[in-house]
């Protein structure tokens, strides 16, 4: 992604207003790289699946990629068969990413409906960050519906730099009952280092219409040589 941005100002009083606009522009070239835009599938009637999304276009070449995942909720693992992918290629250039998402939906579908994958059933917002909101590591918030307390800690280690970064993470979330009673939970694999991976931030939080299934979706930060960009996964809890 580049950006040119030239401007004249003879006002003196309009040179604030200027470097304002330069410094949104400047920040917005700084970051590059693309950001997938994340989709909902929903839950299964019983609460045990999660299927999500993305889809985007990568920067600079304008490829299409678009991805969905189906995920065992209590094993917090996708479930077998359940990765869908359409890479960036040369087949996708100068296509559209949500028309190719809608391409991969259809390859999708003979197993959403064997896993009764509802899109309607989308659970309900436990936690939810601003996409400009900095990167928070420390979560503390209440599931007023259902009387619960939550503390979640998002903890991350990276080696290397640039492109040859790699990085792991996982989640230690403990929860307060009605009646103050305490669990710890560690959710996601410690010791998994991703390639190309520079860090991670929780995005949203949400539960299936029991509260018994917990969803973490997580943005991923790829270090890539025309800038960072940004992608999607879950961590899930089966309480």
């Known amino acids: 992604m580049s950006i040119l941005v030239v401007v004249i100002m003879r006002e003196t009083g309009m040179r604030k207003i200027a470097i304002s606009i330069i410094m949104a522009f400047v920040a917005l070239a700084l970051h590059a790289g693309d950001v997938a835009t994340f989709v909902n ?11 999500f999304g993305q889809y985007g276009v990568t920067d600079g070449d304008y490829r ?44 999708a579908a ?20 601003a996409e400009d909101a900095p990167s928070v590591k420390d979560l503390s918030f209440r599931d007023f519906e259902l009387g619960r307390e939550f503390t979640v800690t998002l903890k991350s280690l990276s ?22 009673v305490e669990r710890r939970h560690t959710v996601g694999l410690p010791g998994f280092k991703r390639a190309g991976v520079k860090d991670y ?3 949203r939080i949400i539960t299936d219409a029991s509260g018994k299934s917990l969803v973490f979706i997580i943005e991923k930060e790829l270090a890539e040589s025309r800038g960072n960009s940004l992608r999607f996964m879950v961590e ?4």
């Not at 003979?110 to 960050?129: C, H, K, N």
């Open 110 to 129: 003979s197993l959403i409906g064997t896993l009764r994958v509802d899109s309607s059933a989308q659970g309900r917002p436990l936690y939810a960050q």
């Open 64 to 107: 299409a990629y678009a991805d969905i995942f189906f995920v065992d909720v209590a094993k917090n693992d996708f479930v077998k068969g359940g990765k869908f992918t359409a890479s960036p290629s040369a087949g996708t250039a100068g296509k559209d990413g949500r028309g190719t998402f809608a391409s991969l939906q259809n390859k």
């Open 159 to 180: 080696e290397g730099s640039g492109t040859s970064v790699r990085s792991s993470f996982y989640l230690v979330v403990v929860i307060k009952d009605a009646n103050g």
């Open 236 to 239: 899930t809890l089966r309480l």
């Open 201 to 203: 931030q929780i995005r």
């Open 41 to 51: 599938l929903g839950f299964s009637a019983d609460g045990g699946t999660f299927a």
